[in-house]
């Protein structure tokens, strides 16, 4: 089955840097790969995500990119903000027969003042 | 509100008890899952349903675990015999029928079996 790596698993950045969280994959015909942001005691929300025929998408300060031949993904978080400190997950999703997401292990973000 | 629910919220139960959990999917989708997550961790599959038919299960899924949509709408989740290990927060998520359906996920039940 599908095995997500995710590194660091903490990571802690001055207000105003940039913070990039890494995933590696190992199934190939996994399709789609969405970032979930999880503040403590709540869901996972939905904040990013990227489809296996593009290679980079970025909405505002967040950005994913994905290297289908090295099979990994990176999530980019520009001019960080103390409201971005959660545990960021990635995850991978393969359509058409084992439509389930698999997640990595998560990443802790501290953004310090 | 027109998101994921599930219903209760936290779930304290003595170990050899059985409870069942529920989930209530935005209701345009049809496709509903069940996650597992421990502290620490990230959400584990443990099952999901296409409409009502449960199309895939985990061998996470132990046989003291059971879960249905009967109406292809709200699904339970029930488990039989509780044990300590089953302390989880157990995470509902619905998406559409797309293959890379977006999945939005539900506040969650905390289980603690003591």
């Known amino acids: 089955g599908e095995n997500v790596e995710q590194h660091p698993s903490t990571l802690s950045v001055q207000e105003g840097d940039s913070a990039v969280i890494k995933c590696t994959y190992s199934d190939s015909a996994s399709n789609y790969f969405p970032w979930y942001k999880q503040e403590l005691g709540k869901r996972p929300q939905l904040i990013i995500d990227i489809r296996s025929n593009v290679g980079e998408k970025k909405d505002q300060r967040i950005a994913v990119t994905l290297n289908k031949t090295a099979k990994h993904f990176s999530l980019h978080i520009t001019e960080t903000q103390p409201e971005d400190s959660a545990v960021y997950f990635c995850?991978?999703?393969?359509?058409?027969?084992?439509?389930?997401?698999?997640f990595g292990t998560g990443t802790q973000l501290k953004v310090e003042l | 509100d027109t998101g994921v629910s599930q219903d209760p919220r936290h779930k304290i139960t003595k170990r050899g008890q059985n409870v069942t959990f529920r989930c209530d999917p935005i209701s345009e989708h049809n496709r509903l899952y069940w996650y597992r997550q421990t502290l620490g961790q990230g959400p584990e599959f443990l099952t999901y349903?296409?409409?009502?038919?449960?199309?895939?299960k985990s061998r996470l899924l132990s046989d003291r675990f059971s879960a249905e949509r009967p109406k292809g709408s709200f699904s339970t989740l029930e488990i039989q015999r509780t044990e300590q290990g089953d302390s989880a927060m157990y995470l509902c998520?619905?998406?559409?029928?797309?293959?890379?359906?977006?999945?939005?996920f539900g506040p969650g039940t905390r289980l603690t079996v003591l």
């Open positions: 349903f296409q409409n009502e038919a449960q199309l895939e």
């Open positions: 998520a619905s998406s559409l029928l797309r293959d890379w359906g977006e999945q939005f």
């Open positions: 995850a991978a999703f393969k359509g058409g027969g084992g439509n389930k997401l698999t």
